[in-house]
């Protein structure tokens, strides 16, 4: 069966249709003839991701699920959240945007912080959503030198390296992404 992951990354297409099997054939955007950009307007990572996944169901008439991914600081009232991507403006710079936070976070001491994904599949006239959630501390000062976005600043939640000091299989057995990405494949495993 024919299934839409709506990004352009094949690595994580690639990664993702491997931990599926054969069951179902998944197609990215630029496959299924979408080449044009999604709107995301909204002001929730929930709502981004149901808005693409709803956006190529209804347009190509495919199933289809979409991911949406941030950081939620609370003490800073949920910032940079849904503009995590381009926190410090539009040049979408990791550097820029873990500056900014560090700035925000200079005189505070609540550093809890959480990534969380949210993802939203079409299936069969019907909407669900999966989502994982780590929680974690903002640092100081930049640690590490793998990863992306703030990964040089989280510290999961147990652990004292941040993930940017960790190897990508080890970043992987805890991240938000792949407990999310879990629950869709258990999903999908199953119907
Ligand atoms: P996306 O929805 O996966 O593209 O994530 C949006 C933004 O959230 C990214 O550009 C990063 O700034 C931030 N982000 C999401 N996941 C991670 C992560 O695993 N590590 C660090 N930053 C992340």
Same mark, same amino acid.
């Given at each position: 069966m024919k299934l839409c992951f709506a990004t352009?990354?094949?690595n994580k297409? %690639?990664?993702?249709?491997?931990l599926l099997g054969d069951k179902f054939e998944l197609v990215t955007l630029s496959e299924i003839g979408c080449l044009e950009e999604i709107p995301e307007p909204f002001e929730t990572i929930e709502e981004n991701?149901?808005? %693409?996944? !709803?956006y190529v169901h209804e347009k190509y008439g495919l199933d289809c699920f979409a991911d949406d991914s941030g950081l939620?600081?609370?003490s800073l009232n949920g910032e940079p959240g849904v503009h995590s991507a381009y926190y410090a403006?539009?040049?979408r710079s990791h550097d820029d945007n873990i500056n900014l936070l560090l700035q925000k976070l200079s005189n505070e001491n609540d550093r809890s912080a959480y990534f %969380?994904?949210?993802i939203y599949l079409s299936f069969q006239n019907e909407y669900h959503a999966f989502e994982g959630r780590v929680p974690g501390t903002i640092i100081g000062e930049k640690r590490g030198t793998g990863g992306f976005g703030y990964d040089p600043v989280f510290v999961p939640?147990?652990?004292? !390296?941040?993930?940017?000091e960790m190897s990508l299989a080890e970043k992987s057995k805890?991240?938000?992404r792949s407990i999310a990405f879990a629950g869709l494949i258990d999903f999908l495993e199953n119907h």
């Open positions: 352009n990354n094949q297409l %690639k990664e993702i249709q491997a991701a149901l808005a %693409k996944a !709803r939620i600081v609370p403006g539009p040049q %969380k994904t949210v939640q147990g652990h004292d !390296r941040t993930f940017a805890i991240s938000h």
